[in-house]
């Protein structure tokens, strides 16, 4: 039992054991919910990616370089062919925690590599990575022209540049496989054994004890021991044949003849009993129980489920029950599936690093000059009941607010910060964008926040602006 839910010894190892376990239709399901909930496409544009300006709020981007930066996105998804091949990259990635991809140029198709050809990776004191040596698929050991450098493997390597390599992975630093990551399927590995063994151990004991069996007990009386397996023979025997007339070969006289009959066991019993009551008797053997096993099996597949962090109500086998939030638009959200789309948002931090990094190289390749310090591409955040949870917070809050907002005593600042939850950098933001809506210059007479936030000093000096000749500002 042990060596059986002993893991992988090496990484190749793992790779096999993680193919083997996607096989599963359960881990294959779970893989494919995780991969689709971290390649969304944006509504809005239609493209696997969403642009994200790192500016400053008094910075403005032009609508030329907004253009050009989605334009450019949707070539190199196509030449990519990213809208495609994204699912099937998140999926590789949190299937074998690794994810491979030569490149024959900056602007060409990248060419996807297998992580067990990946034989290891050079990298520096500081943890960068130098090389990466490939095996050459194909090859015979001991065949011409094979390096025997490597020990006894006697595999061709191709060392192959990392500027030349793009490696998605699951690494930490603190992990022990580092510069390879780890698959999400590894902390679920013992308990897929478990479950495997037994939903087996439940299927050879259904099939094994789900007919019913009966036992006859023969009634022998004083027969000597010799003559008692004879005797249980012929008893066996006429049961279970059943007799039929028929003819000789050669047209003679009539026989019975008695063959097997399967359905012969089912009929009648007739025993003859003496007047003491000593007689031969049957008795029906029942089968297997149906709940053998069913209730372990649902432990384990539950537990299955919480290794891989899916909702239970993603997989269908919810019951409704646990922490809950009603949100009141798309029925109840569970914490688990908040949780989960948490979960999903790390991961997709793996890929992003990775295709924010290429799509600015492409940029610069293509000869397109735009700052790549003022944006960044990252991939839609999962479809999950977090905005719809955040949407009903916000009418909470400003329902509160509005019910307190008429309060003479109460500064407006305070309102806003206590009761419609607004941050320090929210509420400057907020008065820097008034202040430019309302032309609302700092050597007025009135203070730039009286103006702001009493609205009769603002009514006032709207109405002066409009009484004055061409519209000035009071002196």
Excluded at 156 to 162: C, G
Excluded at 200 to 223: K, Q, T
Excluded at 224 to 237: F, G
Excluded at 267 to 295: H, I, K, Q, Y
């Amino acid at each position: 039992y042990s060596q059986v839910l002993r893991g992988p010894g090496s990484r190749m190892n793992a790779y096999k054991q993680y193919d083997a376990m996607d096989a599963d239709i359960d881990i294959a399901r779970s893989l494919d919910i995780i991969a689709e909930e971290m390649t969304m496409k944006d509504d809005k544009t239609n493209l696997p990616f969403l642009i994200e300006y790192d500016k400053e709020d008094n910075q403005d981007i032009s609508d030329t370089t907004a253009i050009t930066l989605r334009q450019s996105v949707r070539q190199w998804s196509t030449v990519q062919e990213l809208s495609r091949r994204l699912f099937g990259v998140a999926r590789a990635l949190i299937k074998h925690g690794d994810c491979f991809f030569k490149k024959v140029s900056d602007t060409k198709k990248w060419i996807w590599i297998d992580p067990s050809l990946v034989y290891g990776i050079e990298v520096d004191g500081n943890g960068n990575k130098i090389n990466f040596h490939l095996k050459k698929p194909g090859k015979q050991a001991n065949a011409p022209g094979t390096n025997l450098a490597y020990g006894t493997r006697h595999e061709e390597m191709e060392i192959i540049p990392a500027a030349a390599m793009i490696h998605f992975t699951m690494s930490d630093e603190m992990g022990d496989s580092a510069p390879f990551g780890q698959s999400v399927l590894r902390p679920i590995f013992r308990v897929f054994r478990q479950l495997s063994m037994i939903e087996d151990s439940v299927i050879i004991y259904r099939i094994v004890r789900a007919p019913e069996r009966r036992v006859f007990y023969v009634d022998v009386g004083n027969m000597p021991a010799q003559r008692v397996k004879q005797y249980l023979e012929s008893i066996k025997n006429e049961i279970r044949q059943k007799r039929a007339p028929g003819q000789t070969a050669n047209g003679g006289k009539d026989v019975v003849d008695g063959a097997y009959d399967p359905s012969s066991i089912q009929e009648d019993m007739f025993f003859p009993v003496t007047a003491t009551g000593r007689g031969s008797r049957v008795e029906t053997l029942p089968g297997g129980t149906e709940d053998f096993g069913t209730n372990l099996l649902k432990y384990f597949n539950d537990k299955l489920f919480r290794g891989l962090r899916i909702p239970t109500s993603y997989m269908g086998g919810g019951d409704g029950a646990g922490a809950q939030y009603n949100d009141g638009k798309v029925g109840i959200a569970y914490i688990e599936e908040l949780r989960f789309a948490k979960f999903v948002m790390r991961l997709q931090e793996r890929l992003n690093e990775v295709l924010d990094q290429e799509f600015k190289i492409y940029l610069k390749v293509c000869g397109l000059k735009i700052d790549d310090e003022i944006f960044h591409i990252r991939l839609p955040d999962p479809a999950n009941f977090a905005l719809y949870r955040q949407a009903a917070l916000d009418a909470d809050l400003i329902g509160s607010f509005n019910n307190i907002a008429a309060e003479k005593t109460l500064s407006k600042r305070f309102l806003l910060k206590r009761y419609l939850g607004l941050s320090d950098d929210e509420l400057q933001m907020n008065e820097a964008m008034l202040k430019e809506e309302r032309v609302i210059l700092e050597n007025s007479n009135s203070p730039s926040l009286q103006q702001i936030y009493d609205p009769a000093v603002y009514e006032n000096r709207e109405q002066l602006t409009v009484e004055q000749p061409g519209g000035g500002m009071p002196g």
